[in-house]
T-cell receptor
Framework: DSGVTQTPKHLITATGQRVTLRCSPR?????VYWYQQSLDQGLQFLIQ???????AKGNILERFSAQQFPDLHSELNLSSLELGDSALYFC?????????????FGSGTRLTVV | GQQLNQSPQSMFIQEGEDVSMNCTSS?????WLWYKQDPGEGPVLLIA?????ELTSNGRLTAQFGITRKDSFLNISASIPSDVGIYFC?????????????FGKGTKLSVKP
């Protein structure tokens, strides 16, 4: 157990729908990162939050949004889902904002859009 | 944007063999990390490198931060079946607009049939 908790583990939904993925960071970690992993693209950075504020944005689609709450858990919202959004979505956390250390990853949410 | 080229994409190992993989970048990084991902799990940090030329070991794993700061390699000695999985390199450069980890596409290690 890495200490980073992601729910749900699996999600199957139809095109056009909206889903919310949830992440609880490791105890004491203030930064949360979201990554998308698809077969041909590897791990793609989506967005980072630090202590409730957006800190950095990667290749995140406009249909996707995220937030980090006062208790530091984070949610990734995916809307108007398309078949190509099917992927593994990972949340990771780290202690600070610009840590020079690695991130701790959760076990991921596998999203299947049908 | 910054890209990491990781090779080989896949390789087969026989128990006892040494394994080598590497990662190159078009940009300079000031941190290199190596992760391993098992099926159904998230990546787990294996080794972190912070200085050009640094050579770091973690058990049978050895990784080096290239002198040019644009490459890194990971060696696994005397491989065992549980070494199977996907290995990712990751780099970070806070000088860029994106100070977050950039990942390679992974090297998949499988057991030789």
């Amino acid at each position: 157990d890495s200490g980073v908790t992601q729910t749900p583990k699996h999600l199957i939904t139809a095109t056009g729908q909206r889903v919310t993925l949830r992440c609880s960071p490791r105890s004491g970690d203030l930064s949360v990162y979201w990554y998308q992993q698809s077969l041909d693209q590897g791990l793609q950075f989506l967005i980072q939050y630090y202590n409730g504020e957006e800190r950095a944005k990667g290749n995140i689609l406009e249909r996707f949004s995220a937030q980090q709450f006062p208790d530091l858990h984070s949610e990734l919202n995916l809307s108007s889902l398309e078949l190509g959004d099917s992927a593994l979505y990972f949340c990771a956390s780290s202690g600070g904002d610009r840590d020079n250390y690695g991130y701790t990853f959760g076990s991921g949410t596998r999203l299947t859009v049908v | 944007g910054q890209q990491l080229n990781q090779s080989p994409q896949s390789m087969f190992i026989q128990e006892g063999e040494d394994v080598s993989m590497n990662c190159t970048s078009s940009s300079i990084f000031n941190t290199w990390l190596w992760y391993k991902q098992d099926p159904g799990e998230g990546p787990v940090l294996l080794i972190a490198l912070y200085k050009a030329g640094e050579l770091t070991s973690n058990g049978r794993l050895t990784a080096q931060f290239g002198i040019t700061r644009k490459d890194s390699f990971l060696n696994i000695s005397a491989s065992i079946p549980s070494d199977v999985g996907i290995y990712f390199c990751a780099g970070r450069n806070y000088g860029g607009s994106q100070g977050n980890l950039i990942f390679g596409k992974g090297t998949k290690l499988s057991v030789k049939p």
